[in-house]
């Protein structure tokens, strides 16, 4: 089975549940729209991998930005969609489909890039296509493991860490902000980007 299809069936099965488990691994993400909040918080956002649309719901309420969602999974968009004000533009679709008409004043990526690690350098090219120049990209995602059980149990579940998807983002963006933290004393780290898109291609 390709990556793309097995993602899509592994989010039909969690959707169901992903709201309740999320916050007691997913950390980072209130921390990443208080950054978001703190820049000129308007024009147009795109969230890459917007899921079930937690971290929409808070831009809407903290932010002026337009918001659009984009995810491959119809079942977490469902989801988001429940909650969400009908403002907020939903597409079913693959980042790598997906060619707007216009482009947007920030990017954000949570949790989405140690889906598909190796997809890393073209998802991030694409991204600099869909943001104006100057546009900010913000990441929050997995940074490292602290140990190979816990490799092992994250691979079982589709996902791969690498220390180098932030060392791309730092050369390809004008770096604002960065932070790596520790989950549960050290079982993994995870980390926070923001960027400028001001390296223009
Ligand atoms: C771990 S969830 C994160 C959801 C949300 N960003 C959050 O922080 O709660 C990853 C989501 O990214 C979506 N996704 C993964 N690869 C994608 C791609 N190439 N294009 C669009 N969505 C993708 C999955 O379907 C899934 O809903």
Excluded at 67 to 83: F, N, P, V
Aim: include cysteine; glycine fraction near 6%.
């Amino acid at each position: 089975m390709k990556k793309k299809e097995s993602i899509i069936k592994y989010y039909k099965k969690q959707s169901g549940f992903y709201d309740i488990t999320r916050p007691l691994f997913l950390f980072g993400r209130s921390i990443i729209v208080k950054w978001i909040a703190e820049t000129n918080p308007k024009g147009l956002l795109l969230e890459v991998g917007c899921g079930t649309g937690h971290l929409l719901k808070l831009l809407a309420r903290n932010t002026d930005f337009v918001l659009t969602g984009i995810d491959l999974s119809s079942d977490m968009l469902e989801i988001a969609k429940r909650k969400l004000n009908s403002s907020v533009k939903l597409y079913q679709t693959d980042l790598t489909d997906f060619n707007p008409n216009e482009k947007y004043d920030a990017i954000i990526f949570s949790y989405v890039f140690t889906l598909e690690l190796d997809k890393r350098k073209e998802q991030i090219i694409k991204a600099k296509q869909l943001l104006k120049p100057n546009g900010r990209i913000y990441v929050l995602d997995f940074h490292r493991y602290g140990s190979t059980l816990y490799k092992r149990y994250m691979n079982w579940h589709g996902i791969e860490m690498g220390v180098e998807l932030l060392q791309l983002l730092e050369s390809e963006f004008k770096t604002e902000k960065k932070i790596t933290k520790k989950a549960y004393f050290g079982i993994w780290e995870y980390f926070l980007y923001e960027g400028v898109n001001e390296k223009y291609k």
